[in-house]
């Protein structure tokens, strides 16, 4: 097991981060079949260190400090417990029976706590009344995410606790939340998460999203056990992709933590980009944020600390098609540590397969260069898939990608 410290630019994860910045990205998986569908704070994982290509358990987020899913025991949401059967009928929205002990979800609906504004997107409040509130699918250190229906239609809802004693980490949260208030509200493209709405509460801020039936990229490739996407599929998902980043590059903002966890399967099998939490206008990269993202589809200059732009998500793009083409997690072979030791210190990325076209290989290792310069804009990479499905539809129509698990993970 390589360790953090041996190299510049990794914190030790070991350490006890308290930066919310840094633990933000840890949410637990609630039962088999439950799929992300929602724009979260990182991917649905587990954080006990424990290796498993089923649930992502080694795709470990940047800062974590390893700790389990804590219980949500603020002071405010223990009160509402035992006084829930008036909640729905008051409120008219409705909680599932499951969540009867659910005191997050209790302390959004109860009509006792009144609905703040949220300041500049007033326009976004939800109506609680037309909110249906069914089963949480993943939990972490700072909220849960729940499938509900919003006015008939199936969302996903994210409800996040205040901190009840701590009030830096509280003011980090506003941020937070008012910072994805305002790239959600920006953000209208078919391939990009749909924003419903969102609401704030003494004690509980709540998103809603659009629900993608089919869950996340990760989730459905490790159900494949490895085996790669049919080609055609692969390729127009990867444009869905970089159609989507595209856009967002051309508002002048950055995702920071572009994987496939993040991107998010509709019933049409169409992508949607998910999970800008952590994205931020292009501005001076020397003041941002460097514990962002996860380090397998991490840049080495995010790696490193160094100043970044807008092409740290071209180099996570290229590791996202690499997983469409082989089915496979980048560098399945090591820790997330040793990954990023391997991308920064040695020049290592994951292999090529050799039946790869050669225009896909070219954007692979363009998108995933060292030198951030070289690496091809999203309107480029759209130009260039577009030419890979031609060919594949005019002269391998049928053609998938074979991967034997044999094979190296990585190449120097």
Not at 34 to 50: A, E, F, H, P, V
Request: glycine letters at 6%; proline letters at 4%; hydrophobic letters at 40%.
């Amino acid at each position: 097991m390589l360790e953090a410290p041996k190299f510049a630019g990794l914190i030790d994860l070991n350490e006890d981060h308290d930066n919310f910045g840094l633990t933000q990205n840890f949410y637990h998986k609630l039962g088999e079949g439950s799929n992300m569908s929602i724009d979260s704070y990182g991917s649905l994982q587990m954080s006990d260190g424990r290796d498993s290509v089923a649930t992502s358990m080694d795709n470990s987020s940047v800062g974590s400090n390893g700790s389990h899913t804590r219980i949500l025991n603020h002071q405010g949401l223990k009160c509402v417990r035992n006084n829930y059967s008036s909640v729905s009928s008051v409120n008219r929205g409705r909680v599932s029976q499951g969540l009867s002990d659910d005191s997050l979800a209790q302390a959004l609906m109860d009509p006792r706590f009144p609905t703040d504004g949220l300041e500049n997107y007033d326009e976004w409040t939800i109506d609680l009344r037309k909110l249906n509130m069914g089963p949480a699918f993943a939990q972490g250190a700072f909220g849960k995410l729940y499938k509900g229906t919003y006015n008939g239609e199936d969302v996903a809802i994210k409800l996040l606790e205040k901190p009840e004693n701590d009030l830096d980490r509280a003011h980090l949260m506003e941020q937070a939340f008012q910072q994805e208030l305002m790239m959600l509200a920006r953000l209208k493209h078919q391939n990009i998460v749909r924003f419903i709405g969102a609401c704030r509460k003494p004690m509980v801020w709540c998103i809603v999203t659009e629900y993608a039936k089919g869950g996340s990229v990760r989730q459905f490739l490790a159900r494949r056990q490895n085996r790669s996407v049919p080609l055609k599929l692969a390729v127009k998902q990867a444009l869905d992709v970089a159609r989507g980043m595209e856009y967002v590059h051309d508002l002048n903002l950055i995702h920071r933590d572009l994987k496939s966890d993040n991107l998010l399967i509709a019933a049409d099998k169409s992508i949607k980009i998910a999970d800008f939490g952590v994205a931020r206008i292009e501005v001076q990269t020397e003041g941002m944020t460097p514990e962002t993202g996860t380090y397998r589809w991490m840049a080495p200059e995010m790696i490193q600390h160094r100043p970044y732009t807008h092409k740290v998500d071209v180099y996570s793009f290229g590791i996202v098609l690499w997983e469409l083409l082989t089915g496979m997690l980048p560098f399945q072979k090591m820790t997330a540590v040793q990954a990023a030791f391997a991308v920064v210190n040695k020049g290592v990325r994951p292999a090529i397969p050799n039946d790869c076209l050669p225009v896909l290989s070219e954007i692979m290792n363009r998108c995933w260069d060292a030198n951030p310069d070289n690496r091809p804009p999203f309107s480029q990479v759209v130009r260039m898939l577009e030419v890979a499905e031609t060919e594949i539809m005019t002269t391998v129509r049928k053609a998938r990608f074979r991967c034997c698990i044999s094979q190296p993970m990585t190449s120097d």
